[in-house]
């Protein structure tokens, strides 16, 4: 904590964008020219990313780069891929981006070769997945695995369950997972309802092996299969069969009675929401194979790559959250929403909101001063085209800026014909139709050209000059799925680093965790427990007690 954080506000180039930002206009019907579009299309590893229907101009964009200098963002990034401390706030390294380097490279962090490790545990998960894949993994009664059960929350769940998802295309017929996450009992019946115990593998992921939802999802679970497996069968060898465990915490591992030797370990240098590519993605590794794993980890170390070397005005992830910091703090957005025109990253959206709100949501810089701008967005999104019959209207004509990343993919997972169109052809006909409309929108005139009544002329006339990202690549797959992901990961250092804040640790969470723990007797009828709480908390209480029947 001993390094001051450069406070933004008080560089040159902030004061130039917040003079740029009061006169700034934006008119995108007349700056979208062919060399602007050509100019602002740029190349990310696989990712074709057109940044042309953002609101800014050429003096907006010297000048973010002038505040990235200004705070060394580029600086900050070399120190954080060299391993240094850069999470401050818990003294450690941060070092997803060495989860995906090849096994020739080499990285000493505090006296330790961590590729050698990461890549140590990588060949265990690998081999552990072929076990289970190929059915010499067997249930307590001799069963090959048909499912495979993550039990996990927050980083522990959000990316295995995302990229489960992504990757359905990719996944070895007759193995499933499941993936239980909420401390409501339902998340567990539901997500093992209708599974045999004889054929269900469960991993504990948890980095901590601390975390009440997932240890208390793990007990239930032990207790399922236990009293499901059939009479006689001896527990501890149920155990040892039944369940694996991934954590940086292997003791607590062995006390929940999981042998050490089904464990799988990770480091503290790896925050939970930036695990994916750590043992944290067994469950997905079981899916998908360790061959289609390693294309996902080679996409992310592409778009690390990337990161790393190119010059900053072609630099992707800087380019992008600068433009963010440009929106939030110059041009007043509140959110961003993230709009994926492919169903199978349904919940790309959900895992971004860990990232990137988890990671930037502080009101304090690295050094404990409390800042006076806006720090991060409010995250959200939906798949295309559900979202356009649903929240797209005030993004077109509300109030609101709201700056949008639309994501599509050239070639379909699945091509289909409703017997004269190809679907995905009319799908993403839809995806350029939204960020034209939105940049473009229609004009009074054009309105009335329509032969539109007076009075609805204003109702139906849409302002444009709305902010659009678009991200295309050839096709969703592993490797793309690792670039877009290390996008996202390298947009939220960038801003976090503009705003000088720590976004490596996640303070916030605790104190409700804490209280969660204090409560619990009150509400399970502790009367003194119950009395020395607040009178709302008191209240609320009392009306569960009057009706949980
Ligand atoms: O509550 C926040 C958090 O600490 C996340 O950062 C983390 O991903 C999640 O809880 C789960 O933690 P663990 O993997 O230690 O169970």
Partial sequence: MSTPAVDPATTAAWGRLAELASAYEPDLRSTLTPDWVAQQSLTAADLHVDLSKNLFDTDVEAALLALADEVDVTGRRDTMLAGSHVNV????????????LPSDASLEVDGEDVVADVHEVLERVYAFADRVRSGEWTGVTGKRIETVVNIGIGGSDLGPVMAYEALEPYRQDGLSCRFISNIDPTDAAQKLSGIDPETTLFIVSSKTFGTLETLTNARLCKAWLLDRLPAGTDADAAVAQHFVAVSTALDKVADFGIDTDNAFGFWDWVGGRYSLDSAIGLSLVVAIGPERFAEMLSGFHAMDEHFRTAPPAANVPLRMGLLNVWYVNFLGAHTHAVLPYSQLLHRFPAYLQQLTMESNGKGVRFDGEAVDYDTGEVFWGEPGTNGQHAFYQLIHQGTRLVPADFIAFARPAYALSDGDTDVHELFLANFFAQTKALAFGKTAEEVRAEGVAEDLVSARTFPGNRPTT?????????????????????ITFVEGAVWGIDSFDQWGVELGKQLAQELGPAVSGDAGVLARQDPSTRALIGYYQENRG
């Fill in 89 to 100: 706030t818990e003294d450690r390294a941060v070092l997803h981006t060495a989860l995906r």
């Fill in 470 to 490: 678009s991200i295309m690549a050839p096709a969703l797959t592993p490797s793309v799925l690792g670039q877009l992901v290390a996008l996202y990961e390298h």
